[in-house]
């Protein structure tokens, strides 16, 4: 079933999909998260993914894919605000490169989308490798069926309805509600309305969104990660090079093997323990099968 069937069924159903089926792997079976260390972004990014056996394993010919980055704020990419338009870059390339008939980039930010487009560097980065680097249209966000449990029906971006694959492609940073902002909470800008209601119960909302939006895979820049003061602080000292990307076609690997870069245990995070749902033996790190690298 193609990725935009499944959502419209979901819609229909008012159910949102499983955020993972079993996380628990036997050490034979193929790496199910990469972690590559190294100078440079795209190379890292490059890495993670050839780690994980390609993208032509999550992109088919053919297919429309939206890239999503956290393109929040105004921000240059020294502040570690926006994700690093080189993994960006990377991953635009790659998914063109697997047969991928149109690339869009987008995200609903927080500031002036032009001005966080452009001093972001990703509008550049993107549209060099060939993708469609879009504003969002308030006239293309639908209301639709979330089926969370707490996110029941909200104003949904089209294209993101409409994509055969969705590629998550978050910063890690620190965030002062959340205290991790990563892959589950990088969705807010997938979305309309009066996004300020969601952070009542932003921990329930992060995984309603997360598991209605099932990305084929999830590319976590942590190459600048912020670590105090997100998630949009102007002071270089809160920033730390960590030089590192993380990829996997899980959501909930992506958040907890990243939370732990910030010094989180993912148990101790409350959205992660309500996204492992009865089975909090997936938020054991030790237990995922891990592909390493430095490049």
């Given at each position: 079933m193609q990725r935009r069937d499944f959502i419209k069924s979901a819609i229909l159903a008012g159910v949102g999909a499983s955020i993972a089926p079993s996380l628990l792997k036997s050490a034979s079976s193929p790496a199910e998260l990469a972690v590559v260390k190294g100078e440079d972004p795209e190379k890292?990014?490059?890495?993670?993914?050839e780690l994980l056996g390609?993208?032509?394993?999550?992109?088919?010919k053919g297919d429309v894919v939206i890239v999503k980055p956290n393109i929040g704020w105004d921000r240059v990419p020294e502040l570690a605000g926006d994700t690093n338009p080189f993994v960006v870059k990377a991953v635009v390339r790659m998914?063109?490169?697997?047969?991928?008939k149109k690339v869009k980039v987008m995200d609903n930010p927080c500031n002036d989308p032009r001005r966080s487009y452009l001093r972001s560097g990703i509008k550049d980065a993107?549209?060099?490798?060939?993708?469609?680097?879009?504003?969002?249209?308030?006239?293309?966000?639908?209301?639709?069926?979330?089926?969370?449990?707490?996110?029941?029906?909200?104003?949904?971006y089209i294209d993101f309805l409409e994509a055969d694959k969705i590629i998550n492609v978050p910063i890690?940073?620190?965030?002062?509600?959340?205290?991790?902002?990563?892959?589950?909470?990088?969705?807010?800008?997938?979305?309309?309305?009066r996004r300020n209601l969601l952070h009542q119960d932003i921990h329930q909302c992060m995984v309603d969104m997360s598991n209605f939006f099932k990305p084929a895979l999830t590319v976590v820049d942590a190459y600048r990660i912020r670590v105090n003061n997100g998630p949009?602080?102007?002071?270089?000292?809160?920033?730390?090079l960590e030089k590192t990307v993380i990829a996997t076609a899980n959501p909930l690997y992506a958040d907890a093997y990243g939370a732990t870069l910030l010094g989180h245990k993912p148990i101790d995070?409350?959205?992660?323990?309500?996204?492992a749902g009865a089975n909090q033996a997936k938020l054991d790190i030790s237990k995922y099968n891990i592909a390493s690298a430095a490049v």
């Open positions: 890292i990014a490059n890495k993670a993914l390609g993208m032509s394993k999550y992109i088919g998914a063109l490169e697997a047969g991928a993107a549209e060099e490798v060939g993708a469609s680097v879009e504003f969002m249209d308030e006239r293309r966000f639908r209301d639709v069926e979330v089926g969370g449990g707490v996110l029941k029906k909200w104003p949904v890690l940073k620190h965030h002062g509600l959340s205290q991790v902002t990563i892959g589950m909470k990088n969705w807010l800008g997938a979305v309309g309305g949009q602080g102007t002071n270089p000292s809160d920033v730390r995070l409350p959205f992660l323990r309500i996204a």
